[in-house]
């Protein structure tokens, strides 16, 4: 397992960027795929973006085009760029991570609050 600390949200007006980190412990984080999950009031958490092991990447729809998922194996982050931000992508943003071998992620942090005013 890998302990996650995620930085970088904040309130920000509709139309502007954030760029959120996710800090990974552990010397292993290449093997592991890093997921970015939200969760807005009311509703479960969704799926954002993912950056598998092999560096192949992929986006929910809503934010195709605004996002963009990289990571630093070297420095044991993951970013998330966010760009174009709306006021439905207000939630909190958590970061998973799943081990190559294993279905599911197994690892979350604690989550960083993104709130965007219109």
């Known amino acids: 397992q890998v302990q996650l600390v995620e930085s970088g949200g904040g309130l920000v007006q509709a139309g502007a960027s954030l760029r959120l980190t996710c800090a990974a412990s552990?010397?292993?984080?290449?093997?592991?795929?890093m997921g970015w999950f939200r969760q807005a009031p009311g509703k479960e958490r969704a799926f954002v973006s993912t950056?598998?092991?092999?560096?192949?990447?992929n986006y929910d729809d809503s934010v195709k085009g605004r996002f963009t998922i990289s990571r630093d194996n070297a420095k044991n982050t993951v970013n998330l760029q966010m760009t174009s931000l709306k006021p439905e992508d207000t939630a909190v943003y958590y970061c998973?991570?799943?081990?190559?071998?294993?279905?599911?992620?197994?690892?979350w942090g604690q989550g960083t609050q993104v709130t965007v005013s219109s």
């Open positions: 552990g010397r292993t984080f290449s093997s592991y795929s």
């Open positions: 998973g991570a799943r081990h190559r071998l294993d279905a599911s992620y197994g690892s």
């Open positions: 950056i598998r092991w092999d560096g192949s990447t």
